[in-house]
């Protein structure tokens, strides 16, 4: 049923002036059976830019597709794909239910980062029977909240929890698929769920790869 779902178009652009920037509030709402069709950055939000503030919002049951795409890396996230900006908050936000993707990059709540200095990720969860699950062979990184650092993003993700399932990626963390040692912090996290990588190979509690002090 769920794959039958009329197409969820992500909230924002890739391009300078059409990444969201604005302040969006979901005063708790829980957004169900959210099919995304395949593009580069794909979740309820393609792309944040900065400024952007997205707060308290639940995503359950839902697709992110990216089957037909091909040559690029794939960030697929249940609240946004992708961050290119300064000073954006994610916070308060989660999962419940069934997350699919099978994109590059996979994170419950953010697939990742480009240029992304003070971009923060808080307060944010899955719940104890959410499922983040990357389809076999098709994800390098896959995290609870964040798919995978980069290079040129400060991250920090602080006061998140994962209490569900997360599954598949080459890299599997119950907090991020991969951190970035110097860029990504993970501070005040934890997680209570099972991890576990392509072929039910092991996980890693915290981060699949990189940095977890402080968690």
Known sequence: ALRKALPWIPIGGDADG??????????GYKISHMVVEPN???GLFRTL??????ADVVVSN???????LSGGDIYQGGIAGY???TDVTISFCGVEG???????YLGGILGGAGSAAG??????????RALIRAEAGSVTAVGGILGKGAPSAEITVRNCYNRGIVSGGSQAGGIAGEAV??????AGCYNAGKVSGDGGGPGNSIAGAGDVSGA
């Open 49 to 54: 830019g900065s400024s952007a503030a997205i």
């Open 98 to 104: 069934t997350l699919i993707g099978n994109g590059t």
């Open 62 to 68: 839902s697709l992110l597709g990216s089957s037909s």
């Open 119 to 128: 971009l923060v990720v808080e307060g944010c969860y899955n719940v104890e």
């Open 18 to 27: 059409r990444m969201y920037t604005g302040t969006f509030d979901g005063n």
């Open 181 to 186: 040692i110097g860029k990504t912090t993970i």
């Open 83 to 85: 961050v290119d900006g």
């Open 40 to 42: 580069w950055r794909v």
